[in-house]
């Protein structure tokens, strides 16, 4: 009696912890991120700000309030082998929530703060019971599927009513495109803008954005340079009174920001390689260009007007 009821015991158990890495990884998982500086200091005498290459990675478990919550780990450089505990993650059914580690202060002295945050409570991360016109942040507007790791998995695309063009992806088994705390997380304007470049498990990558041409797993493997995509390169030219927008893809829109992240005009490109802002030049100052291209990539360049 007794070993029926351990091996129906551990059948439940294989189960669930079958059906939660179906719906989110909870071991073994890394991903990598680059923080890209919006703009350069306005005060001359400080240094320039450096692109910044992070991971988090779930290595464990352990208790918290009764629930088994796997560890997640953050590296402030891909190159280093330091990395600090900044919280942990569990499954309960389709939703995933994130408790952040009360010894650390990880969401303020690494550039991101969290929406709603409360010490001590969970925050919930994703939901993949949402179904299509339900809203988390924005509004769930189709869901496919797509190959991760030889597995057929949900994706589920947002929309934002008050941008058109705005698109934010999640897939099954891994999480945002963007980022991995997209769903919750606030970036102060003129800081960094967040970008997934891979998402891996069990040093094997199953995900890269088509911005990068590489994913480092290792310190030390030969895969530790990150290089972008030079076929999605974009770059600002000042030609005369031009300011000349050449992207070596179809650009979709562009937005034109302040040093205060306010939002000063919106020009829909359709589809050009280039795009001339003579037509639209503000004045004198510097500003931040948002190049949005038709693959979805999002890039940001600074403008100077004179």
């Known amino acids: 009696m007794k070993k029926l009821l351990f091996a129906t015991t551990f059948l439940l158990f294989a189960s669930h912890h079958s059906y939660s890495q179906e719906v989110f990884p ?36 352990t208790v918290v309030d009764g629930i088994v919550r796997s560890k997640l780990y ?35 002295s690494h550039y991101i703060a969290l929406y709603d945050y409360v010490e001590n409570q969970d925050m919930l991360l994703y939901d993949f019971s949402l179904k299509i016109g339900d ?27 008050l941008d058109p063009y705005f698109r934010q992806y999640w897939i099954e088994g891994m999480g945002s495109t963007q980022s991995l705390f997209d769903p919750i997380e606030s970036i102060p304007a003129c800081t960094y803008w967040i970008k997934l470049i891979c998402f891996s498990q069990n040093d094997e990558v199953l995900w890269l954005s088509s ?48 040093l205060n992240g306010a939002l000063l005009q919106s020009i829909k490109v359709d589809g050009e390689l280039q795009y001339a802002l003579s037509k639209h030049s503000p004045i004198a100052g510097v500003y ?19």
Not at 86 to 100: E, L, M, Q, S, W
Not at 136 to 159: A, H, M, N, P, W
Not at 244 to 250: K, M
């Open 135 to 161: 809203k988390f942040g924005y509004t769930l507007q189709e869901i496919d599927y797509v190959s991760i790791g030889g597995s057929e998995r949900k994706r589920f695309c947002f929309y934002w009513e």
């Open 74 to 108: 953050f590296s402030p450089d891909v190159q280093q082998d330091y990395s600090e505990l900044t919280g942990f993650i569990h499954v309960d059914a389709d939703k995933v929530y994130f408790r952040p580690d009360a010894s650390t202060n990880l969401f303020y």
């Open 211 to 258: 911005d990068f041409k590489d994913c480092p797993l290792k310190k030390g493997n030969g895969a530790n340079k990150i290089e972008t995509a030079d076929r999605e390169a974009v770059s600002i030219h000042y030609i005369a009174e031009n300011r000349l927008i050449v992207s070596s893809l179809p650009m979709q829109q562009l937005q034109i920001y302040n």
């Open 26 to 61: 909870l071991d073994n998982a890394t991903w990598t991120e680059l923080l890209h500086p919006d703009a350069e200091p306005l005060d001359d005498d400080s240094p320039p700000r450096e692109d910044k290459y992070i991971s988090y990675s779930l290595r464990g478990d």
């Open 288 to 306: 931040l260009a948002k190049i949005r291209l038709q693959n979805g990539s999002v890039h940001t360049e600074k403008i100077i007007v004179k």
